[in-house]
């Protein structure tokens, strides 16, 4: 499924020749340990040779998804975020159980929070969350050929499924109504692919071959 | 500065019947006091009555820059990011000081990391990171007619400056050769910016009314 982006490995990945950037482990100990945040603080070495801190958040990795509608509106969240303290509109995510496979757990993760079972997928890239200070990667799906039905909300999980038109999606997006970075990133995916830039390679998930 | 937001304070914003989504504190504490991850855990009142837990890093705020080339290149960094184990390709960021403004901060971070001064600014809106666990709001800026200068890094800090020309960084993007969220977000400003669909507010710093 990642296959897509072995091209680009010679651009992001470390070089042979980044000695010059690379940081290496010293020593790593756990900074906090709680019910849902990890967190670690690690002695690195710096390229110069000597040694600094830091402290970064073990996230087990997340997907998002961009569900399309026939009609070419697209499904999105309206959900209260406590850290930001105010109610945010974004894509349907969630993060991945421990071994899960990213597209089982946009499967799941669609159906369970917005009720919509999607015909096809497509794979679209990745993003890295907060680069400073956690591991967390999300996963970007695309999700088309939509079914509605009944979500199934975890206990503690309250929000409002909502329709847009992709035109003033965009619009809201410029003028400040979404501020959710993994959404936001996930508009650049969605004008590109609905302009025909940017292209997918849809399947059915029932047809995919095991990753 | 932030006025262009107050538009779209109806969608994002909490609204008065959003008593079915929101949640409220009844007690904080702290869950990790690093020397850079201050993180806290909050017990909240969940919508329907019942309690539950809110884990999440408090941190300062944070700007990232959009440096616009006369000749339409952009100017990004190289850096390597250690949480994610990988040299990263992103536009110049930084956290805001204790009580800076965006902007200062923004001229500041350009430089040190850079060398570049801007003759021009514009702000174009703003990100919430990781919403899921941080309480991180990145500002974006673009910045133009741009003199090169050298670099004041940290000393705990080794970057690459790089400049790339749009259309091939989108596609760099587009192959997973960008994934760092805020920089996917600012690519969306960019490629908006660039075909004409979203306007900036250029503005001279010097003459600028104070925030």
């Known amino acids: 499924m990642l296959s897509g982006n072995t091209a680009i490995a010679q651009i992001t990945m470390t070089k042979s020749d980044d000695a010059h950037l690379i940081e290496t482990l010293v020593h790593s100990e756990t900074l906090a340990d709680g019910s849902f945040l990890k967190a670690r603080r690690d002695t690195v070495r710096l390229p110069d040779g000597r040694n600094a801190e830091r402290e970064y958040i073990v996230h087990p ?42 597209l089982a757990c946009a499967i799941r993760e669609l159906q369970e929070e917005t009720g919509y079972v999607a015909g ?71 004008q590109n692919v609905v302009s025909g830039a940017w292209s997918l390679d849809w399947q059915n998930p029932d047809q995919r071959p095991a990753a």
């Open 61 to 102: 990795g997340a997907v998002v998804i961009i569900p399309m509608l026939d009609d070419g509106r697209v499904v999105l969240e309206r959900q209260f975020r406590y850290p930001v303290d105010r109610v945010m509109l974004e894509f349907p995510a969630g993060k991945l159980d421990p071994g899960e496979d990213p």
């Open 120 to 190: 096809q997928w497509a794979y679209a890239g990745a993003m890295h969350l907060a680069i400073a200070y956690s591991t967390e990667i999300i996963h970007i799906f695309f999700a088309r050929n939509l079914q509605a039905g009944a979500a199934r909300l975890d206990s503690d999980e309250f929000l409002e499924v909502r329709t847009e038109n992709i035109a003033h999606l965009t619009q809201v997006c410029r003028d400040g109504g979404v501020t959710d970075a993994k959404t936001l990133t996930c508009m650049l995916w969605l």
